[in-house]
Every structure is written in structure tokens, then in C-alpha cells.
């Protein structure tokens, strides 16, 4: 075994003991019902290096559903589809608002301002939609995930889904927002049915960072040998999650962990160490922002102790 790969598996063992160990877990997210009695107790970490070296931590193998971490994935799928033409729906700014604020898209006539806030991921959403049936759209999305992560049992937990639908009033709002502009082209019925679906995907660490890899490695997942985007659009993707992948808390998780990165209210972070190593992040506690706590401080630490921030050691 190198030096380097028993470094990162003793920081990434070293990293999931001192998180499992602290009192302060953040609270999980009380407004979709079905994640709100998930136990904060959890954490797990997993690193996939650019060899193919998994290191794990924690609660690597335990399940949490994706949710916004999903907005990676349909981004890119929606970015195959439409090419540049996506960036006529959706902006590619940060919006220093709340992941659901509605504020914004009054001024802004219903286009939201990047795909990762809730009004823009529904917008990409009904993008993969158009043309299609919702059961069609949503098999493209959750193949591609497994695609991505070479795991075909990688599936939807219909009761969060179904908890969310329920309960998901504010997103019900920015749908029929954006509907009065035009920005959403097929009924708001279907468009957040998918929505709600691909972010109730479930997944671990392990999937979750093997997903990721094509976004670290220029575009193709070194495990599979498949290209999944151009180098350009990997960097792109990278681009936004660096900027928009925490909502209003994007600047405080540059300024800490500086690398790209997607956070999800279940907990899960996925981030990229560009041309290193993809990772994820799972903890259920919530910062103020809706990011995971815990997975914040982790990857903050692992950054720090590897030096892997893209801004310097
Ligand atoms: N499904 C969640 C929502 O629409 C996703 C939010 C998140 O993970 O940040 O509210």
C-alpha cells in the first residue's frame, strides 16, 4: 500500500471517529415528515481516490435519501439533452436566498437563478420532462444515477416522495410561479411528481461517491471507462457547485472545505476534489442553511489534513 493511500485512510478513519464522538449534531430536516425522525446519530464518509482507492468511515453502507444531491445529476442529464440551450430556463448565478425562497423569481419573471435552488432544479426537471410520460422521465433519471454509480439496485423510497408531496406547499408555489411565466412547460402536477421522486432517491456513501467520480475526472468515470460529459461540462458542473451547491451557505462552505459540492436536506454532501478523488458526505443534522452539519465539518477537516482545497494547501 503507497504512503498516500494509507494517509487517506487513516484521516478519513481518523475524521468519521471524531465526528461520531461530538455532541453537536444539528437537527434533521422537520419539514418533509418523513425525514424529520431519521437519527442524527449517524455519519459516514467515503473517498474514492483517482486509482480507485476506497476509503471508508462511519456509516459508509447505511442508506439516506439523496434528495437535492439529485439537482447533480438531473443538471447533467438535462445539460445532454438541451446543450446550452438549458441556460434560456435557468441561471447559472448564486442566489444568496433560502434553497425555497420565492423572492427572487418576482423580480427575476420566473426564471430562477441557478439549478440547484429548488425553483431551478424543478425547472431543469420539467426540462427532462418535456416529451415524455413522468414514469418515463423518472426511470431516465434514476438509470442514469445507477449508470453513474454502476449499481443497478440504487432505487426511490416512494414513502418520502409521497411525504413530500403532501407537505410541499412552497414548492407547489415556485412550480405554479414559474407556470404563470412560462418557464414550466408541462402541467405542474407531473413536473413536481418527478421532482419529488428523483430527490427521494436513496443511496450510501460508497454509491454516492462513485456517482460523482466523472465530475472529478474530466467528464469519464475511470471505473467504467465511460464518458459521461465533455471535460468542459464536468468543469462547468464543478463551476456551479462551487458557487450555488449550499444555497446561502455557499460562500461559508468555500470559504471552509474549497471544493465543489452539492449538499441534499437528508444529510448527504457530494464533493469533488477536481483531478483527486470524489467524495460523500452523510450526516442528518442540519446547519441553518439546510446543509448537513457534521458532513460540513468533515469535509472540512479532510480538506484541511489533505490539503486538497482547489484555493491551496
Ligand atoms: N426535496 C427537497 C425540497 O424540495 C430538496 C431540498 C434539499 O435537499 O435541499 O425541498
Request: proline content about 4%.
Amino acid at each position: 500500500m503507497s504512503s498516500a493511500v494509507a494517509d487517506l485512510e487513516r484521516v478519513v478513519k481518523e475524521i468519521a471517529e471524531e465526528m461520531r464522538q461530538r455532541t453537536d449534531r444539528g437537527e434533521p430536516a422537520s419539514y418533509i415528515p418523513e425525514l424529520a425522525n431519521v437519527d442524527t446519530g449517524s455519519f459516514g464518509l467515503v473517498v474514492i481516490d483517482n486509482d480507485g482507492t476506497v476509503a471508508a468511515g462511519g456509516d459508509a453502507d447505511m442508506p439516506f435519501s439523496i434528495q437535492s444531491i439529485s439537482k447533480v445529476f438531473t443538471l447533467t442529464l438535462a445539460l445532454g439533452k438541451a446543450g446550452d440551450r438549458l441556460w434560456k430556463h435557468v441561471g447559472r448565478e448564486p442566489s444568496g436566498s433560502a434553497f425555497n425562497s420565492i423572492v427572487q423569481l418576482e423580480y427575476e419573471h420566473g426564471i430562477p437563478r441557478n439549478p440547484f435552488i429548488n425553483a431551478g432544479a424543478i425547472a431543469v426537471t420539467d426540462r427532462i420532462l418535456s416529451g415524455h410520460q413522468p414514469k418515463e422521465a423518472l426511470g431516465e433519471i434514476l438509470r442514469f444515477v445507477q449508470f453513474l454509480a454502476d449499481d443497478s439496485s440504487i432505487a426511490i423510497d416512494r414513502t418520502v416522495a409521497e411525504s413530500e408531496r403532501r407537505t410541499g406547499f412552497r414548492n407547489i408555489a415556485l412550480a405554479n410561479y414559474m407556470k404563470s411565466f412560462g418557464v414550466i412547460e408541462n402541467p405542474v402536477d407531473y413536473t413536481l411528481g418527478v421532482y419529488f421522486h428523483h430527490c427521494s432517491i436513496v443511496m450510501n456513501c460508497r454509491q454516492l461517491a462513485m456517482a460523482g467520480r466523472y465530475l472529478a475526472h474530466s467528464g469519464r468515470n475511470p471505473a467504467t471507462g465511460h464518458r459521461v460529459v465533455t471535460p468542459e461540462r464536468a468543469r462547468r458542473i464543478n463551476a456551479v457547485m462551487l458557487t450555488c451547491g449550499h444555497y446561502d451557505g455557499s460562500g461559508e462552505f468555500a470559504y471552509r472545505v474549497g471544493l465543489p459540492g452539492k449538499s441534499g436536506v437528508g444529510g448527504g454532501i457530494l464533493a469533488i476534489a477536481p483531478g483527486k478523488a470524489s467524495i460523500a458526505v452523510w450526516s442528518p443534522g442540519l446547519d441553518a442553511y439546510g446543509n448537513s452539519h457534521l458532513g460540513r465539518i468533515a469535509l472540512e477537516l479532510l480538506t484541511k489534513r489533505l490539503g486538497w482545497s482547489i484555493f491551496g494547501a
